[in-house]
């Protein structure tokens, strides 16, 4: 498959993250964790605004409602009104507060599968080192919770096959990517196996998404690109860029082939394409977002 480079938003972001497609509003939004920023690009127009977060965000979700976003900030499920820029508290989820919520999607029945990691640095400045203390949890549209997975250290990527038969996620500290069965009927998990594990050279895995054709694309931190993996789990394409903190991608666009890709600026020495937001052409295209019926 080809990707076309189209677009770079230089716009310096601390860490981009958490990026999704919205139909309804033709447009794309992330989030920046560092700056405590929301993002929205609208494909229309090429306008871009930008929104203050009351918390470090983590990811956004899409939500039945008009005008809303279901966004993950590190202290619990907030719902925003896009049109008079609110924040109101929707749920907590991780009861451990010295984890914080860092990655997550929907499934077909309109769940939610939210992951977290421990908060280093924790709120008085000290780094604390990682572990596997995080969790991965299920959320119900009526906001029932369930632990489903335990000792993951850095929860990334989730996402799932185009016959919803499978779930993907990835632990980028142990820099391995898992695939689980899933039972859409009971929106249950079981048999996880490891379904990839790339070199060192390329990084560690952290957001992603899937195509049309069940090929995994996962953005490589620390690996200056992104890779588009074959649903047996061998990396089929790598695509580098001028940023080596590379941290989500996703598809949008109407027919779902414009490319998005997130990346971060943490680095000591500046990269020219550290913490930008660039877009791509693919002749492949993506899946659309689940959405939560609230």
Known sequence: MNLTFKKKLNINCGLAEG???????????WIDIVKSHLYKYSLKDESLH??????????????????LLLVS????????NIKNESWKLWLN??????????????????????????????KNGNEIEMGKF???????????????KEAIAIFNLATF????????????????IYSCDFDQKNASLSNQTLFCKLEDKFGHPDGG??????????????GNGFGRISPNGELSQFFHLNASQVTNTCFGGKDLKTLLVTTASLTE???????????FKSDIAGLSPNIIPI
């Not at 900030?73 to 925003?80: A, E, K, Q, S, T």
Request: charge should be negative; glycine fraction near 8%; hydrophobic fraction near 35%.
């Open 73 to 80: 900030l590190f202290d619990g499920l907030y719902i925003f």
């Open 161 to 176: 096959s185009p016959n919803n038969k499978t779930f993907y996620y990835a632990d980028s500290f142990t820099n391995e």
């Open 209 to 222: 998404t899937t195509d049309s054709e069940g090929f995994i694309w996962s953005a490589r931190w620390d």
């Open 93 to 122: 989820v991780e009861p451990d507060k010295k984890l914080r919520i860092n990655d997550g999607c929907v499934d077909v029945s309109g769940n939610i599968w939210l992951g977290t990691m421990l908060m280093s640095p924790d």
């Open 269 to 279: 020495d500046n990269e020219e394409d550290g913490g930008s937001i660039q877009l």
């Open 19 to 29: 990026c999704i497609w919205s139909e309804a509003d033709n447009a794309f939004y």
């Open 50 to 67: 930008r929104f203050d977060t009351p918390n470090q965000p983590a990811n956004i979700m899409l939500v039945q409602s008009s005008g």
């Open 134 to 148: 995080g969790h991965l949890f299920k959320v119900t549209p009526d906001k029932s919770v369930t632990l489903e």
